[in-house]
């Protein structure tokens, strides 16, 4: 089972065939409309900027995808189990901050920078799962408010003013091109890949979604859930730990503007591809779809001229058409929909 | 900072509310983004001559356009007018004043608080030149939110201060300006400006379009009058931006052979500039000059063209030393000015001047150095930290306690 359906739901042996064949059928249909919009998009850019289709453009767009990619990764996990993690832009921001500040631009004191760094986002990410599963905090708050925290903490820190530079080896994570291809996008597709095993083949990735489906019932069924929810937000620290890394060593520089957004695009890639707000469904493909989407979007939004509130408005329209195209379009016509609207479980 | 909520009717689908939720959130937050000394306004105005005959008008007028004389030659710009403004001479007769506690003045100080390295330069100016003069300071710190500024004033001014100097957050601070002047407190407005002062003995700042004036004026005398230009502002609806490009898009408008290809906004990031920029190396290939108002933003676009392996075009900006650490040595061109942080001592002078009851004037915009590719070795400062910003008034010493340099 890949698709995030919880244990309770699985059929009998007689009804295994027909089962799988609707199990194909959902597959094609959640990625049928992130896919669909992504080809219109494409239609639309090509016909109103020219030179849309250049080697370029098209680095620049597999560059956006890498950055927006490792992100909407780990978004994707916190997610699937029911929660949101709205302080990935301030761990972004801390981590330049803590490379600059410790390695002071000396590539040899990079490597206890990074594992600072790491820490620091491993631990941002336990204090977001600990409010939820210890205190219940709704996650859109918690994580709310650590992003608020981390701020403070990085003004406090560095009084607005971070001194120390970025060392130059971190550059190749952000500017290198293997094989022709930005790293950024090679490090995406190695996280989405580990993440794609861990969810669709492993138990872990079962409980994982039982637990965002239902997570009282798969409590009581003996799965730790409570653990399962801290570890995917500390997997959303850490993975925001990376994109820091990559735009650390992208811009060369501690950009102060990186702590103080929310980073909107992990979201609305995780929620266009297609992953549920209320948690249990959706996969890494559809997410990988949703930031494909996102980048291409984002890529003819910056061609057209548009600015920045342009950008948000259109970031913050997309979420809400790919949520409600959710609760009232496609998906609801998905066999399990079906099967839960008439009380079949 | 404010989060709206939303709530629907009907109960299933919850998703859609949250989703409303959510993206109020991020537009709320990145709204209410304040970078440097931000203030509205339309023309600025100090309130002190307003409804009267504009006094000693000739002295006040000449060092008004002084600051513009002065930018021409250092920029060696021959088309530099300055922008119609009228600048009077305000008689503080009604605010002189003995300190009212003690022997001491208590200047409150609305600071924009430490949220960069200009706003931590800001306020240590003002607490250094506090310091020389021998007042006290009463601060308290917005953090860069005009919400937060409105509560701060309220508070400096039941503490009933001598004097108030305000770095002003946006127009919403205005009734709050008007409360503390009505209540006999005078007050200055600093590094930025409201669109109605006319509660305000001084609004004293570096003018918003002077630097884009003469941004605009040396990219078209670098390019012969003819050529391509993008112009790279700062952040939307945010003053400290839109003043300055309207200005240079306003002398841009003036010389036919200038093509303004793209107006985009770089949010003073140089991680954005550069994807701005990279854009703007495929979309546009001929580009011969890039108006910009910040010198973090054109870190950005110098590393996009290096990296694409094409010559950077003449760049304009504030002078931030991480800019010109990283084109010493290369064959950037650039001209640079400042909006600068230690602008606040001139705030307190003038404070302290309409409480002695000395003419001051109602718009006291500042001078301050503009520069050149070709004499970046006078002004970089290789032992500094990128956050500074050069020329720096702030003695070394003090520069090296607030980790700058």
Redesign the interface.
Known sequence: MTTGAPPTEAAGPARAGASAGRDVVRRALSLLAPLAGLAVLLLVAAVTTPGFYSAGVLQLVLFQIGLIGVTAVGQTLVLLVGGIDLSIGAVIGLTTVVIAEHSRGDGERLGVAILLATAAGAGVGLLNGLLVVRRQVPAFVATFATFVLVQGVITAWTRGAPSGNIPGELSPLGIGRWLGIPVPLWAFLVVAVVAGVVLGRTGLGRRLYATGANERATALSGVRTRWIIAGCFVASGLLAVLAGLINAGYIGYVDARLSRSLDPNSVAAAVIGGIALTGGRGRIGQTVVGVTLLAVLLAWLRQLGAGAGAQLVVSGAVILLAVWLQGSGWAARSPRRIKQRDGVR | ?R?HSSTSRRSR????P??????A???T??GT?QEGATAGGGGGGGGGASGEECANAEEAQASYEQAWTETAQQLGLENLEPTEEQVCEVDTAPWAAEPKNGETYRIAFAAQ?????????NEEAFRQRAEEVGVEVLYASA?GDATAQVDNIQQLASQDPDALVVVPMGDGITGQVQAAAGQGIPVVLCAGRLSDSSSVVSTVTRQYELLGSAYAEWLVQQLGGEGQVAVLSG???VPTAEYQKAAALEVFAEHPGIEVV????T??????A???A??L???YPDLDGIWSDSGYGD??VV?AYQ??GRPVPPVTGDAIN?FLKAVQGTDVRFALSSFPPEQSMQCLDTAMAALAGEPVLDKVYINSPSFTHEQIDEYVRPEC???LFVPSALPDEQLRE???C
């Open positions: 900072m989060i689908p919850l998703r859609l949250l989703a409303i939720g959510l993206t959130v991020l537009v937050a990145c983004e608080g430490p949220t960069n390295s200009w706003g931590l330069t953090n952040l939307a609806g793209t107006e985009q906004y949010e003073w990031s140089p991680t954005v550069k994807q701005v990279a854009n190396v495929t979309q870190l950005g590393q990296e694409a991480a930290t990128d956050n607030l980790g700058l």
